[in-house]
């Protein structure tokens, strides 16, 4: 299976602990897609890359949030200080380079962070 | 700025009866359209895709929607529901070249025998 893959599924942390999550997207798909969930919500955008430049960030939730994916391939999505109000379910998306289909975006299985 | 509104929390539907799911959305370009399906604890699978051309799209798992710009509404329907298709049904609107997409709040679809 070629899909999205996120790692881990589910983590359980402390509060202001630092957390990352990975995010391998589906092969040779150029953008890459960062949205947060949370329980009876649909995703919220948090960040967006094509290639390795991150071409909008401004939804991120805080500083606390950063996000990377230095060689164009995964990428990584860091909370620091990790609050309560973190809890919630982080999904990873991909779409491909080809301009026919750039808008469809596929998701990954998402991690689950829970911070005690 | 885009928004769309799923006006139906939650849907009970007998197995083998049909099913529509509501979504109307607001945005100002000429807006991309799906329905992406989330079985719980999972992430979000693409049931169907609406760009431009015919306004009724076929999708997979025996799902169909049917684009209406006159009431900004992209609906969702299944003939005929199965037990597996218990699961939150999200309806999400994008553009071209716009990065992000906006998500429904999503309704959850209970199948009884």
């Known amino acids: 299976d070629t899909g999205v893959s996120q790692d881990p599924r589910h983590k359980i942390t402390k509060r202001g602990q630092n957390v990352t999550f990975r995010c391998d997207p589906i092969?040779?798909?150029?953008?890459l897609y960062w949205y947060r969930q949370t329980l009876g919500q649909g995703p919220e955008f948090l960040t967006y890359?094509?290639?390795?430049?991150?071409?909008?960030k401004s939804r991120l939730l805080s500083d606390r949030f950063s996000a990377e994916r230095p060689k164009g391939s995964f990428s990584t999505l860091e909370i620091q200080r990790t609050e309560q109000g973190d809890s919630a379910m982080y999904l990873c998306?991909?779409?491909?380079?080809?301009?026919?289909?750039?808008?469809?975006?596929?998701f990954g299985p998402g991690t689950r962070l829970l911070v005690l | 700025a885009q928004s769309v509104t799923q006006p139906d929390i939650h849907i009970t539907v007998s197995e083998g009866a049909s099913l529509e799911l509501r979504c109307n959305y607001s945005?100002?370009?000429?807006?991309?359209l799906f329905w992406y399906v989330q079985s719980p604890g999972q992430g979000l699978q693409l049931l169907l895709k609406?760009?431009?051309?015919?306004?009724l799209v076929q999708g997979i798992k025996g799902f169909e929607a049917e684009f209406k710009r006159s009431q900004s509404s992209f609906n969702l329907r299944k003939p005929s529901v199965h037990w597996s298709d218990a699961a939150e049904y999200f309806c999400?609107?994008?553009?071209?070249?716009?990065?992000?997409?906006?998500f429904g709040a999503g309704t959850t679809v209970t199948v009884r025998a």
């Open positions: 999400a609107v994008g553009a071209y070249n716009d990065y992000k997409l906006s």
């Open positions: 890359f094509q290639n390795e430049a991150q071409l909008e």
């Open positions: 945005y100002g370009a000429t807006p991309y």
């Open positions: 998306a991909s779409s491909p380079r080809h301009e026919a289909d750039q808008e469809t975006q596929y």
């Open positions: 609406y760009f431009s051309g015919d306004t």
């Open positions: 092969s040779e798909h150029n953008r």
